[in-house]
């Protein structure tokens, strides 16, 4: 990982010195004009065929690096902001002095084709990229990005910075005036960043803290707390005098405070000022507190159009190092809350400072002679880091992830995805979540349990803000198993065309040469062991292993093939598809069906990523397998919309799993036959599951319904339909019950409903590990069940529903594993009701046996259903 920094660090860097000599050799001239490649225009034509003008032809060829988007490898383009003007003689300029970076863009690329888009936000306003794409405008033809409002540019461009705000609310400040105050309040908060930290103070005649719970202090800018004080704003009154001396003597102290104890940002300092006028210059506060350092800079904001009071408030801006907006309308808000920035950028241009500055995905600054140019940067795809990652070595469970110096994650396998399915997550804090919310927690539709304890290890990523950490099970490394095979028997075995490799998983780096990226994996192993390829960098332990694994597993293709000749093994073709994994990566299937008679295309593709081989877990089925003791069975139904498969595991000694999937009902018809078959001379039954006495059920470990007499049952949890029987278990201690929490979840809210219930709607799969007193907990793939309802909703009131972030707490079940049989009576009203639960020998499953003789529908069902944790601040 440190190597990949540098490198970005490097193209960065280049980029730096670029801009610096181009805009220094440059001459200003407002009468400049000249054609550019507009990424909105390029390629559009007008009425006559002809080109626009700033568009004109620009080659687009898709590329698989840039995920098949059509792209230019030798130009960049030029975005600018729908609401600025394309040939502004500022922008031509800029725009005109910034062409010398495509040459660098293309250099750069060049020394590491594993860089993506490369770019220069310009304190101007427009945006370079590289490679060259078209961008377009949104259903009302307006393009709203502006680079200089991305985080990513703000966190550059400044230092970590404690701010005070205050907000005039004396009853000049009532109607249009307030709403601009909150605005202009509500877009400052939008440009604080994860490094800073601020309050708010409202005044008029008294002090009043916009959050009365933070007296005195400051807090961190991240996601929440913004929010949190964004909402305060609305409770906002115009009444009384405002007596600004008391305001600023309180704003000063705090951050004289916080800069003794070094509980802030240890940085820069300012005070913005909200305000419809000033009647006072207040110098006696400033030479008290502020003068002659002048540490804290000061940005009085005027709101309205009238200038009486103007005069002062520019007064306190010179004189204390800040600068001076004025905001007549909504309108103007936005572009004059922008300008603070420039200034707070004054100290790092002057004393040429090209900090790296390390975001969720964006880096660096550059700067020259007291003006801010603007940022340079490259994207670093999380998928990059994620390649660096050995997983071989970590083993089954374990995993590795980094997180930033405010303990946020970069990457971790259980940070849900802003994307699924084309569909952003509404979750405005997604880029600044909690390492504690992930390894404390997880959510799947169906929650199966595993009890493991995990040892933790991190260390720094030198040359950035980044701390890397892996989780090993306990044990874990202890015993490594290592084999040696032929070159030549290795490899005749590895490109059978059964055999597989893990997509993600990195045999060879193909990705650092040009030449090498249209290798397959198969293809660099064999280059690379038979050196004709020198250059490239591969693992070679994991080589020589997973060529051992393709000898060992060779046999299995000709055990697999001579099953499918015999056409009376699997005469109905209920057995559809067998595979095996091993600890390389390594995979071999054997269809007994042709592709289209597959009940589930998607298994063991790209399409089920909890199915295969993935840079940050092995498939669930292979973990599955290996929670059990081995040589046993493992039956399970993946849950999926079609929910009549089901999965059929083993694992042996030697690190591998292998199994079978099979139709549902194929199994479902083999397990009736078998429970109607006695041990009696006669090889008749006194009792079967025919008999209307009785009901039979098989669940598994988790106690999820395999086998029901009433099919519909498949796949519920069996306490929602003998929620007697289960609790009755519960308290017999055959299976325990653990409360698991979420706090990733996304709650859905009725609007203008007085039903405020949410429902839990979350369909994001994953296989995640959940870690409380370092607790595993597997869970599996589901988009179909009950987690979905929508019951609250009254059929005959259309309402419009939203997403907001909630914390959850949902029940999981796991049996006892040293119970083999127990015997149970329920009183159902009287009535005693009779079970029986026996764990089918060699395998997860147990078999559930129940009277059928008394009425148990008023016991309550014992579900997993999510509830929504409701928070009571005291």
């Not at 802030?264 to 009647?279: E, N, P, V």
């Not at 997880?442 to 720094?460: F, I, P, Q, S």
């Not at 001579?562 to 994994?581: P, R, T």
């Amino acid at each position: 990982m440190e190597e990949i920094f540098r490198k970005k660090a490097e193209a960065t860097r280049r980029l730096v010195e670029a801009a610096e000599e181009a805009h220094l050799q440059h001459e200003e001239n407002p009468d400049l004009q000249y054609e550019y490649f507009n990424a909105v225009l390029i390629n559009e034509v007008d009425e006559d065929g002809n080109s626009v003008e700033l568009g004109g032809e620009f080659l687009l060829e898709p590329n698989d690096h840039f995920n098949n988007l059509s792209v230019n490898l030798s130009l960049s383009v030029v975005q600018v902001p729908t609401n600025m003007y394309n040939k502004d003689p500022d922008i031509v300029n800029g725009v005109y002095w910034s062409e010398a970076l495509n040459k660098v863009f293309v250099d750069n690329f060049r020394r590491d084709p594993t860089l993506i888009w490369q770019y220069f936000g310009s304190a101007k306003g427009f945006f370079r990229q590289y490679p060259g794409v078209k961008w377009h405008p949104d259903e009302h033809g307006v393009i709203a990005f502006d680079c200089r409002n991305r985080k990513w540019y703000i966190q550059a461009a400044t230092s970590p910075k404690d701010v005070v705000i205050l907000v005039d609310v004396s009853g000049s400040m009532k109607g249009l005036r307030l709403t601009i105050a909150r605005q202009t309040v509500a877009s400052i908060l939008d440009t604080l960043g994860d490094d800073d930290f601020f309050n708010i103070i409202a005044y008029n005649q008294e002090i009043h803290y916009v959050e009365p719970c933070l007296n005195g202090t400051l807090v961190q800018a991240d996601s929440t707390n913004k929010d949190h004080f964004k909402e305060h704003l609305d409770k906002l009154f115009a009444k009384g005098i405002g007596l600004l001396g008391n305001a600023l003597s309180e704003a000063f102290t705090i951050l004289n405070e916080i800069n003794q104890t070094g509980r802030g940002s240890s940085c820069s300092q300012a005070i913005m000022l909200i305000t419809d006028g000033a009647t006072e210059m207040y110098d006696d506060v400033f030479a008290k507190y502020n003068w002659p350092e002048r540490k804290v800079r000061i940005f009085p904001y005027l709101i309205g159009r009238e200038s009486a009071f103007a005069d002062n408030l520019k007064w306190m801006a010179c004189a204390n190092k800040g600068y001076f907006s004025q905001i007549s309308t909504l309108a103007d808000v936005q572009e004059n809350v922008m300008r603070y920035l420039h200034v707070m950028s004054r100290p790092k241009v002057i004393d040429h400072e090209h900090d790296t500055v390390w975001t969720e995905a964006y880096v660096d600054s550059a700067k020259n002679q007291g003006i801010l140019l603007g940022v340079v940067g490259t994207d670093i795809p999380i998928q990059e880091l994620m390649k660096t990652i050995p997983k071989h070595k970590l083993g089954i469970h374990g995993y590795a992830f980094a997180i930033t110096n405010n303990g946020y994650i970069l990457t971790h396998p259980d940070l849900r995805p802003l994307y699924q399915e084309g569909q952003k997550r509404k979750k405005p804090s997604y880029s600044s979540v909690d390492l504690s919310e992930v390894e404390w927690e997880d959510t799947e539709d169906v929650k199966r349990v595993l009890t493991m304890h995990n040892d933790y290890y991190y260390t720094d990523i030198k040359g950035t803000p980044f701390s890397v950490g892996v989780a090993l099970s306990r044990g874990h490394g202890k015993y490594f198993f290592k084999g040696n095979v032929s070159l030549e028997a290795g490899l005749h075995d590895l490109e059978q065309p059964d055999v597989a490799l893990a997509d993600e998983w990195t045999y060879c780096n193909t990705d650092e040469r040009h030449e090498h990226r249209h290798l397959t994996q198969v293809q660099a192993i064999k280059l690379y062991m038979t050196s004709r390829k020198p250059h490239l960098k591969c693992d070679r332990e994991l080589i020589q292993q997973v060529l051992f694994d393709a000898v060992v597993t060779a046999p299995l293709e000709a055990y697999w093939t001579g099953l499918a000749l015999n056409k009376s093994e699997n005469s109905d073709k209920g057995v559809e598809i067998a595979f095996l994994g091993t600890r390389t990566g390594l995979s071999r299937t054997n269809l007994f069906v042709v592709p289209e008679l597959l009940t589930n295309q998607d298994f063991l593709t790209a399409e089920d990523r909890e199915g295969v081989f993935n840079a940050d877990h092995f498939p669930l089925w292979y973990k599955r397998a290996a929670e059990q003791v081995p040589g046993t069975f493992v039956y399970s139904i993946p849950f999926s919309s079609e929910l009549n498969i089901i999965l059929l595991n083993v694992f042996f000694m030697t690190p591998k799993a292998v199994g079978i999937q099979m139709k549902l009902e194929f199994f479902q018809r083999k397990f009736w036959t078998a429970s109607r078959q006695c041990n009696a001379l006669d090889g008749k039954c006194t009792i079967s599951c025919d008999n209307e006495d009785i009901k039979c059920y098989l669940i598994d470990n988790n106690g999820f319904i395999l086998v029901s007499e009433d099919t519909s049952q498949t796949n519920l949890f069996f306490g929602e339909v003998e929620g007697a029987v289960m609790n009755k278990l519960l308290l017999m201690g055959s299976f325990k019950k653990i409360n698991l929490y979420d706090y990733q979840a996304l709650c859905k809210e009725y609007a203008g409903s007085s039903d405020s219930a949410r429902t839990l709607l979350d369909p994001f799969t994953t296989v995640k590990w959940l870690l409380t007193e370092l607790v595993i907990f597997l869970l599996e793939f589901n988009l179909y069940s009950w987690w979905n309802w929508d019951t609250t909703v009254k059929a005959q009131r259309a309402q419009r529903t939203m997403m907001v972030p909630c914390d959850t707490e949902y029940p999981a079940f796991v049996s006892e594993r040293t119970i083999k049989e127990t015997t149970g009576n329920i009183d159902c009203n009287g009535c005693i009701r009779t079970f029986v639960i026996q764990q089918i020998p060699s395998s997860n499953l147990f078999m559930v046996v129940v009277e059928n003789k008394c009425d148990c529908g008023s016991a309550s069902p014992v579900t997993m259903e999510p509830i929504e944790i409701i928070y009571i601040l005291s």
